[in-house]
């Protein structure tokens, strides 16, 4: 009964980790020509929504304080392929939205438009992101009101669409399961192959060392 419990407790512990997995909430600074990139490890078929916010260092104040709606942000999301997803300006606060349509790793990067940034040389902007992936992006108050929910049934909806986060996050870890073994199989064929080719060079400079001081000594006349 104990065991029992335990795996209960660890299979609860390791869908809690899975399912916050897929918020990520930070902040960064930046200056007036740099761009900072993020990667994000995404499943197929997966909306991401990104929420951000700018404050510009104030140097009489000593302190960030919101920036001017002159300032914006400029978003690009490149997908496991290099193909961009998504490039757009945005204002100093707003939001970006994107759906995955490979698995793997997606760049995220930003960088402030430095013709209006230019105003404020030798300034420092700080930038609020949070990541929402998968079923976070849904704002369940809003599903409710439109389709008249129960509590009970909204409930039912979230555990659903959590499930199905979690199955297309499993799927992704075994596809990388599956290149990391096709990777490990090319790589062990190579070293294979460059094994052989050493050995054959190797016979073939010592037949030709052999041939040689055997063509020296007759010459020599010492054989």
Request: net charge negative; charged share 35%; with cysteine.
């Given at each position: 009964m104990v065991a029992i419990r335990m795996q209960f407790t660890l299979y609860l512990v390791l869908l809690l980790?899975?399912?916050n997995s897929f918020v990520s909430a930070l902040y960064f600074h930046i200056g007036e020509t740099?761009?900072?990139?993020?990667?994000?490890?995404?499943?197929?078929e997966t909306m991401i929504i990104g929420n951000y916010r700018t404050q510009l260092y104030d140097k009489q104040k000593e302190e960030y304080l919101p920036a001017t709606?002159?300032?914006?942000?400029?978003?690009e999301v490149?997908?496991?392929?290099?193909?961009?997803?998504?490039s757009r300006q945005?204002?100093?606060e707003g939001r970006f939205i994107f759906t995955s349509h490979t698995p793997g790793e997606h760049q995220i990067c930003l960088h402030s438009n430095s013709s209006k940034f230019a105003l404020f040389a030798g300034g420092m902007l700080r930038v609020h992101l949070d990541i929402q992936v998968g079923e976070h992006t849904n704002n369940y108050a809003e599903i409710a009101a439109k389709d008249k929910l129960t509590e009970l049934q909204l409930r039912v909806r979230q555990l659903m669409e959590q499930v199905d986060q979690i199955?297309?996050?499993q799927n992704y870890q075994r596809y990388r399961e599956e290149r990391f073994r096709q990777t490990s199989e090319s790589t062990n064929q190579r070293v294979l192959w460059w094994s052989i080719v050493q050995t054959l060079i190797l016979v073939a400079i010592g037949f030709w060392q052999m041939r040689h001081?055997?063509?020296f000594f007759e010459a020599k006349k010492l054989v």
């Open positions: 980790n899975i399912y740099e761009k900072k990139c993020f990667i994000e490890e995404i499943p197929d709606q002159g300032l914006g942000m400029f978003v490149k997908d496991p392929d290099e193909k961009v997803i998504l945005y204002g100093s199955q297309k996050e001081l055997k063509s």
